[in-house]
């Protein structure tokens, strides 16, 4: 590979018909005609079905084209043995020129999957048998990031850059930025990887610079953008700047993020996210994502969604992809209620634990969302649905636990009230446990396609019972694991180790596109 070449405006016009097949003299006939009416052919291209034949011209001759080859044509047109002329225009030829191509195995594939990755669409493609020279041409929209990609393939493949487009700067957007900023180093010297963060939003303001964005000084940045936030507009201009080797990160909880993921990935970009709403509202929305990203050949990446940086998701998919039969999943999927039901020991209230698990961050600002399951309930569904099961949030069982003057109080405040009341009402759960031996966990269950999650009291030799903290653990029983089941634990929750987890996701996209 010496070099590689553009044309940054042409037309593609083809002849094409069951006429043209086995007909001597179709070709000579078609350039003979184009070069009586002093039109330039710059690629030419022909199947050898001999169905069709596509040339390249300049966009202004491409008028002048259509009329010289369908006054040639005309009896064969008239006869339904060719089809009318098509003209496509828009369109970019682009040409990778090197001397001894023909000599190197896997060139061709190289550049189509360069080109593939990035979502780039490959119109036409002419080789010369000296090979020499591989042209394809392309739409005129997709040149700047072909050009990118095709010249990091062939002539940067010891550093590969990713471009990064982050909506959620929060704890865990800004846990995630100084992660990328202190590994960078060892990305480049060890991994030949360079991430640049392109674009930048909270929910006030959004910042871009296609060159990367000083990871030293962002925060100012941002603070200072004229632009006002807007997902559509955040993901339009994602799509405007067209880099090679794009990845979308949405670091929020936010229904509206979500909503755009399929126009994301219907633009062949890929995503890594946090946010459960995407995965966990309707199947029907989670199928459509899913089958985006295969037919798109891009990555949707939620391994945070279960397990924050543990691996769930992709130890269930080994299990599977690797022939195993899951028989049952059961999880503490909540490090909020992990740690509430850890810490209920004798001698303690329940409403104060709950005053702690606020008071550290561990819940949502109103603790009901997660002593009602709603969150446990999204990580249920998750796990179901990446074994096949298509349900949705109405199909999981959930056994409340608060009484019903919690369930109806008014604000957080009455609510704290109410869980005060309510702790002889607790204690008394928790005693009757104690009494049997055993301990109480909000337990997530999966079995013979039923859904469920409730309180429940584990004996000592139950793998919940060992918990501590706000860990989380998930249990699969399978017909490989059926008498040792296999366990995943660890912290379930926390920016860093759910920051970690989507960095991990980033550097998967990154070796993917590679």
Same mark, same amino acid.
């Given at each position: 590979?010496?070099?590689?070449?553009?044309?940054?405006?042409?037309?593609?016009?083809?002849?094409?018909?069951?006429?043209?097949?086995?007909?001597?003299?179709?070709?000579? *006939?078609?350039?003979?005609?184009?070069? +009586?009416?002093?039109?330039?052919?710059?690629?030419?291209?022909?199947?050898?079905?001999?169905?069709?034949?596509?040339?390249?011209? =300049?966009?202004?001759?491409?008028?002048?084209?259509?009329?010289?080859?369908?006054?040639?044509?005309?009896?064969?047109?008239?006869?339904?043995?060719?089809?009318?002329?098509?003209?496509?225009?828009?369109?970019?030829?682009?040409?990778?020129?090197?001397?001894?191509?023909?000599?190197?195995?896997?060139?061709?594939?190289? /550049?189509? %999957?360069?080109?593939?990755?990035?979502?780039?669409?490959?119109?036409?493609?002419?080789?010369?048998?000296?090979?020499?020279?591989?042209?394809?041409?392309?739409? *005129?929209?997709?040149?700047?990031?072909?050009?990118?990609?095709?010249?990091?393939?062939?002539?940067?493949?010891?550093?590969?850059?990713?471009? /990064?487009?982050?909506?959620?700067?929060?704890l865990i957007g800004t846990t995630l930025i100084k992660q990328i900023k202190a590994q960078a180093p060892f990305l480049?010297?060890?991994?030949?990887?360079?991430?640049?963060?392109?674009?930048?939003?909270?929910?006030?303001?959004?910042?871009?610079?296609?060159?990367?964005?000083?990871?030293?000084?962002? =925060?100012?940045?941002? +603070?200072?953008?004229?632009?006002?936030?807007?997902?559509?507009?955040?993901?339009?201009?994602?799509? %405007?700047? #067209?880099?090679? #080797?794009?990845?979308?990160?949405?670091?929020?909880?936010?229904?509206?993020?979500?909503?755009?993921?399929?126009?994301i990935l219907n633009a062949s970009i890929s995503i890594s996210t946090p946010n459960k709403i995407g995965t966990s509202?309707? @199947?029907? =929305? @989670? +199928?459509?994502?899913?089958?985006?990203?295969?037919?798109?050949?891009? /990555?949707?990446? @939620?391994?945070?969604?279960?397990?924050?940086?543990?691996?769930?998701?992709?130890?269930?998919?080994?299990?599977?992809?690797?022939?195993?039969?899951?028989?049952?999943?059961?999880?503490?999927?909540?490090?909020?209620?992990?740690?509430?039901?850890?810490?209920?020991?004798?001698?303690?209230?329940?409403?104060?634990?709950?005053?702690?698990?606020?008071?550290?961050?561990?819940?949502?600002?109103?603790?009901?969302?997660?002593?009602?399951?709603?969150?446990?309930?999204?990580?249920?569904? $998750?796990?179901?649905?990446?074994?096949?099961?298509?349900?949705?949030?109405?199909?999981?069982?959930?056994?409340?636990?608060?009484?019903?003057?919690?369930? %109806?109080?008014?604000?957080?405040?009455?609510?704290?009230?109410?869980?005060?009341?309510?702790?002889?009402?607790?204690?008394?759960?928790?005693?009757?446990?104690?009494?049997?031996?055993?301990?109480?966990?909000?337990?997530?269950?999966?079995?013979?396609? %039923?859904?469920?999650?409730? /309180? +429940?009291?584990?004996?000592?030799?139950?793998?919940?019972?060992?918990?501590?903290?706000?860990?989380?653990?998930?249990?699969?029983?399978?017909? *490989?694991?059926?008498? *040792?089941?296999?366990?995943?634990?660890?912290?379930?929750?926390?920016?860093?180790?759910?920051?970690?987890?989507?960095?991990?996701? $980033?550097?998967?996209?990154? #070796?993917?596109?590679?």
């Amino acid at each position: 590979m010496k070099g590689i070449s553009s044309i940054s405006h042409i037309a593609l016009i083809t002849l094409q018909g069951s006429g043209l097949v086995g007909v001597p003299g179709i070709a000579g *006939r078609l350039f003979t005609s184009l070069a +009586q009416a002093g039109v330039n052919v710059i690629i030419i291209t022909q199947g050898s079905s001999e169905h069709s034949i596509s040339f390249a011209v =300049q966009p202004a001759s491409a008028s002048k084209a259509k009329r010289s080859v369908e006054r040639e044509f005309e009896f064969e047109m008239r006869q339904r043995l060719i089809e009318s002329v098509k003209v496509e225009e828009d369109l970019a030829a682009i040409a990778i020129i090197g001397e001894n191509m023909r000599y190197r195995p896997g060139i061709a594939g190289r /550049l189509f %999957q360069a080109l593939g990755k990035n979502g780039v669409n490959v119109v036409a493609i002419a080789q010369g048998s000296s090979e020499l020279n591989i042209s394809v041409v392309i739409n *005129r929209a997709d040149e700047g990031k072909a050009l990118n990609a095709i010249h990091e393939a062939f002539f940067l493949s010891d550093t590969q850059e990713l471009h /990064l487009f982050m909506i959620g700067v929060g704890l865990i957007g800004t846990t995630l930025i100084k992660q990328i900023k202190a590994q960078a180093p060892f990305l480049k010297e060890k991994r030949a990887m360079e991430i640049k963060i392109v674009g930048l939003a909270n929910s006030k303001k959004m910042y871009f610079e296609e060159n990367g964005i000083d990871l030293d000084n962002w =925060q100012e940045l941002l +603070q200072a953008s004229d632009t006002a936030s807007d997902v559509a507009g955040f993901v339009q201009r994602m799509k %405007q700047l #067209n880099l090679s #080797n794009t990845i979308f990160v949405d670091n929020t909880a936010n229904a509206k993020v979500a909503d755009y993921y399929e126009d994301i990935l219907n633009a062949s970009i890929s995503i890594s996210t946090p946010n459960k709403i995407g995965t966990s509202s309707s @199947y029907l =929305q @989670y +199928q459509r994502l899913k089958t985006i990203s295969e037919r798109k050949g891009v /990555l949707f990446m @939620y391994e945070t969604n279960v397990g924050a940086g543990l691996p769930v998701i992709s130890t269930l998919n080994d299990l599977i992809n690797s022939g195993d039969r899951i028989i049952r999943i059961e999880g503490i999927l909540s490090g909020s209620l992990s740690f509430i039901f850890n810490s209920f020991a004798e001698g303690r209230r329940f409403s104060d634990i709950v005053k702690e698990a606020m008071s550290l961050g561990y819940t949502e600002p109103d603790p009901r969302i997660d002593l009602n399951g709603v969150d446990v309930r999204r990580k249920l569904l $998750i796990l179901a649905r990446e074994t096949g099961l298509a349900l949705d949030a109405a199909d999981v069982v959930i056994e409340p636990i608060l009484p019903e003057a919690c369930q %109806q109080a008014i604000s957080v405040d009455e609510l704290l009230e109410e869980i005060v009341l309510a702790d002889s009402f607790f204690e008394s759960k928790r005693a009757a446990a104690a009494k049997a031996g055993k301990v109480l966990r909000m337990v997530a269950k999966l079995e013979n396609a %039923q859904a469920s999650i409730s /309180l +429940q009291a584990v004996d000592q030799s139950h793998p919940f019972a060992a918990l501590s903290g706000s860990d989380n653990m998930i249990v699969f029983t399978t017909e *490989r694991y059926k008498d *040792r089941p296999l366990v995943v634990r660890g912290p379930g929750a926390g920016a860093e180790v759910t920051a970690a987890g989507v960095f991990a996701e $980033i550097i998967k996209i990154g #070796n993917f596109l590679s």
